[in-house]
């Protein structure tokens, strides 16, 4: 296949935490323009400016990723707007929005997805080369063929492999390692037809290390949400265990390290919840292109949906240790303060989706506690979705307060003075939700100490 050695123009449709680091790896490649494209919301559309100052809108901590924005900026290679008729001459359109789930069933929400395939719809011509379209987002198995190619044929009345190339190709990204995963993680790549996989592999060898495995679309979808529903399966298990050696009054870390001395064992890290764009939503996705798009829909899956139930109750029994501690030590429930120490899901990032934060706060809010404040040092009031205080500010978050609840581990929290705090708050309770540190220590300073899954 022979590709033009002129300026190869993209776009980059969602300005986050994949569309961001994406499009400034591009840019960086000589005989490469992008675009990102991002709508002009109240919550999200601050991020033009933001970008095409040359700076990054995230909080947390993302190695190289400023400087590549900075430098793909002054080079003038990339640029954000929120005109869609940049798409007109695209070369590579990827898209990049977020794909939730929800309800009670857990369907994944495509409103984003079907308007941005129907703007695209709107604006694909007839060109020389054909423009390929890669759909990012994580969706559904069955998606990119079943949904997003109808949308795009019936939008613009054009044909997918004749007059356009269609592919899907997911990211492994994660806050914290943005640019490190997409450069040097293996990636996997979906085709509608072998000429439009083609293309997409040959955009990703420019910025990518390692290897480029080429497919077709469902199988490339399968392995996104599979991948995600093994690491979450993996998790419920530890998890579970983790209850168990509360019970059993044993230390579920003691415990995983004895049987990871097998090489060949690997048991997972248990904690507080389970978040983020991935494994809270994968398995329902995995689940619901089966069940809309498989050849036996009435399959229930119920292992992956039993590992999301356990992940789901994690943050539901931090809060029971909290009410448990509280009532041992005689402080009414109604009138205490409890501080939750993390709302970002990761550490060291200001990424708030699917935080176990957000169930910890609705389960102490369930159980009769009004006064909650939430710290984090990274997390912005307008990305946080809860009517509860969040500040920065540590010693006014834990003044007075009767339990502090540890939920993110951002390094801020690792080097906590329980001495100096112990003047600030009114009842020396913590609760450790993610193994931060040692039960002597903390109970050394004159602390009441508590940890999912390690009993007393």
């Known amino acids: 296949m022979t590709i033009s050695e002129s300026k190869t123009k993209i776009c980059v449709i969602g300005m986050g935490y994949v569309g961001i680091p994406i499009a400034a790896l591009l840019a960086e490649v000589d005989n490469f323009e992008v675009f990102g494209l991002q709508r002009k919301s ?3 559309g601050w991020k033009i400016e933001v970008l095409n100052s040359g700076k990054s809108p995230f909080e947390g901590n993302e190695p190289g990723l400023d400087e590549l924005i900075s430098k793909v900026a002054k080079k003038g290679t990339f640029k954000v707007t929120d005109d869609p008729s940049i798409l007109e001459d695209a070369d590579y359109i990827l898209i990049d929005v977020q794909t939730p789930t929800d309800g009670p ?47 795009l044929e019936e939008s613009s009345g054009l044909k997918a492999g004749e007059d356009f190339y269609l592919a899907f190709s997911y990211e492994r990204v994660m806050p914290g390692r943005l640019i490190d995963f997409i450069v040097n993680m293996p990636r996997v790549i979906g085709g509608s037809d072998p000429e439009g996989a083609e293309r997409a592999r040959w955009l990703y060898s420019h910025i990518v290390t390692k290897e480029l495995s080429v497919t077709d679309c469902t199988t490339a979808e399968l392995s996104k949400t599979i991948e995600n529903a093994y690491r979450d399966v993996n998790i419920a298990f530890a998890n579970e265990m983790a209850v168990i050696c509360e019970a059993m009054g044993s230390n579920v870390y003691e415990i995983r390290e004895l049987i990871n001395k097998r090489h060949d064992r690997h048991m997972h890290i248990p904690g507080a919840g389970v978040g983020g764009h991935c494994l809270p939503k994968d ?39 909290a009410c448990r501690l509280l009532a041992t030590e005689e402080i009414s429930i109604i009138n205490a303060k409890v501080v939750v120490l993390g709302a970002a899901y990761l550490e060291n990032s200001d990424d708030t989706r699917n935080t176990p934060t957000y169930t910890v706060i609705s389960s102490l809010q369930g159980r009769g506690i009004g006064d909650i404040v939430v710290h984090d040092p990274y997390v912005r009031q307008d990305e946080f979705d809860s009517d509860v205080t969040l500040t920065r500010d540590f010693e006014e978050a834990v003044k007075d307060a009767d339990v502090l609840i540890l939920v993110t ?44 899954g390690k009993g007393n």
């Open 42 to 44: 109240k919550r999200s």
């Open 105 to 151: 069933n857990r369907q994944p929400q495509y409103s984003s997805l079907r308007s941005v395939s129907e703007s695209i719809g709107k604006h694909l011509k007839k060109r020389d080369p054909k423009t390929t379209i890669i759909v990012e987002s994580t969706v559904a198995p069955g998606t990119t063929e079943n949904f997003v190619r109808p949308i």
């Open 283 to 321: 398995s329902w996705l995995l689940r619901f292109g089966l069940q809309t798009y498989g050849s036996n829909r009435s399959m229930e899956p119920e292992f992956i949906a039993l590992a999301r139930r356990i992940n789901d109750h994690m943050p539901d029994h931090i809060t029971s240790i």
């Open 409 to 452: 581990k951002h390094k801020e929290y690792t080097t906590l003075d329980f001495e100096a705090i112990t003047p600030l708050v009114k009842n020396p309770i913590f609760i450790d939700g993610r193994n931060v540190f040692e039960r002597k220590d903390v109970e050394s300073k004159g602390w009441k100490y508590e940890s999912v």
